[in-house]
């Protein structure tokens, strides 16, 4: 690879990891497996990357890459573990601290391609078409797993039920974690 390139690739990567490393972690609820999954993510990505200019859209591309490697990280049987009941994170500046923690609760129990759907739709903000293009399926298969992964998520979290808000205005499930 061209220093060129490579200087491209480190700006891309060093730009996106925040953002990356949190969608991965709303996908896994680990952040340590987050990291793992991020850097897997972008060593992938840095294996094509000389074939960048033929990508449409990048940022997609690498949500779409992010989003398989969590998915096929879950699938590890190795990598499982026994769920605790309470969540090591620090509160999100919700006005009830608890209620990011309830919200990434229930992400967890998700299956891995709804939490998928639901982190790309609610956190990454993109539409159906973009997220669909992301997970490599059609627009009615994002519309009903979300329409799922939403009725479960209400269901597991009872009275407290902030995905009213959230088929309003997505950025809601940002202000909660």
Not at 8 to 33: I, K, N, S
Not at 107 to 128: S, T
Request: proline share 6%.
């Amino acid at each position: 690879m061209r220093s060129a390139d490579l200087e491209e690739f480190r700006g891309f990567a060093e730009d996106r990891l925040p953002h990356l490393r949190r969608t991965a972690y709303l996908m896994c609820g680990d952040w340590h497996h987050a990291e793992d999954i991020t850097q897997t993510a972008l060593t992938k990505l840095y294996a094509v990357w000389g074939r960048r200019h033929r990508i449409v859209n990048l940022e997609a591309y690498a949500h779409r890459v992010l989003t398989r490697t969590c998915i096929d990280h879950t699938r590890r049987r190795w990598r499982r573990e026994d769920p605790t009941s309470a969540m090591p994170d620090r509160p999100g500046p919700s006005t009830d601290p608890s209620l990011g923690l309830q919200v990434r609760t229930a992400l967890a129990a998700l299956p891995p391609r709804q939490r998928a759907v639901v982190v790309l739709r609610y956190w990454v903000d993109l539409d159906i078409a973009d997220t669909a293009k992301a997970l490599g399926c059609t627009t009615g298969t994002v519309k009903s797993n979300t329409a799922r992964a939403l009725t479960k998520l209400r269901a597991l979290l009872g009275d407290t039920d902030p995905f009213d808000e959230l088929t309003a205005a997505p950025t809601t499930l940002k202000d909660m974690l």
